[in-house]
């Protein structure tokens, strides 16, 4: 099913392993509507500001702490930055930055971060959704198109995710997604003030048979566009 899986800078090999991005993938309908991942654009600052301006209550107790107010931090400027860094990083191979849309409209972020390769072939995966589309489904169809893209396209092996063990909606995203639970990171992360522990979730090329997409629609989760 996954040709290329752990594949890319393959320990002992030349090839240069970048491969996957930039990339579009779905469109497949959810309750909320049709979800499809594209890469970030610089345009959809003002979108991004918006919305996270919005939701910093739905947002911010489940995300890392950095420097600055949630004002702060959401200014056109930051969100310049913010695009800036990650492009560079796209650009290197180390990271597949996706916005995540929802009828066509900018929804949220999907990241697949601190890319390795050689004889690891791993990497993390993050995200959010506007509050506005909660529980529709966006997000598990989403990490479900990203899981695909990268075990198929992207040429990983192995995905893992943390969250803390009160984000019952994300847990419940990444079980759908056939994410397994494998520890209890402890104090791993700072959050909403505080160190929190975490949950190791992750998934590998051998736990999705015919694709988590595959599966989703079997499941009646999702339809193909
Ligand atoms: C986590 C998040 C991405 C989920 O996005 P979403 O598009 O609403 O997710 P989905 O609709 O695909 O799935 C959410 C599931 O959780 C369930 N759910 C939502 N809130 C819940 C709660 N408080 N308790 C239990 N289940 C809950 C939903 O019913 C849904 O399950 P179902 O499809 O079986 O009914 C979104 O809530 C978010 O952006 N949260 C803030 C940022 C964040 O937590 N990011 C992840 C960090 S690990």
């Not at 791993?188 to 595959?214: K, M, P, S």
């Amino acid at each position: 099913m996954y040709p290329d899986a752990g594949r890319g800078s393959v320990a002992g090999t030349d090839e240069p392993g970048h491969p996957g991005w930039p990339a579009r993938l779905g469109p497949v309908r959810t309750r909320a509507g049709v979800v499809a991942l594209r890469p970030l654009w610089l345009r959809d600052g003002p979108a991004w500001r918006r919305i996270r301006l919005d939701d910093r209550d739905y947002l911010e107790q489940w995300e890392p702490s950095t420097p600055g107010s949630w004002k702060q931090r959401h200014t056109l400027t930051s969100w310049w930055a913010q695009w800036w860094s990650l492009r560079s990083l796209a650009r290197r191979g180390q990271c597949l930055p996706f916005a995540i849309t929802v009828d066509g409209a900018f929804g949220g972020q999907l990241t697949i971060g601190n890319v390795v390769r050689s004889a690891l072939c791993s990497a993390w995966v993050g995200y959010w959704v506007a509050s506005g589309h909660a529980s529709g489904g966006v997000a598990t169809a989403a990490l479900g198109l990203a899981v695909d893209h990268a075990f198929a396209s992207a040429g990983l092996h192995r995905l893992e995710a943390t969250v803390r063990p009160e984000n019952a909606a994300s847990l419940r995203v990444l079980t759908k997604a056939g994410f397994r639970q494998e520890g209890l990171l402890l104090r791993y992360l700072h959050v909403a003030g505080a160190w929190r522990d975490h949950y190791c979730y992750a998934i590998t090329t051998e736990d999705v048979g015919t694709g988590v997409v595959a599966g989703m629609v079997a499941a009646g989760l999702v339809e193909r566009v």
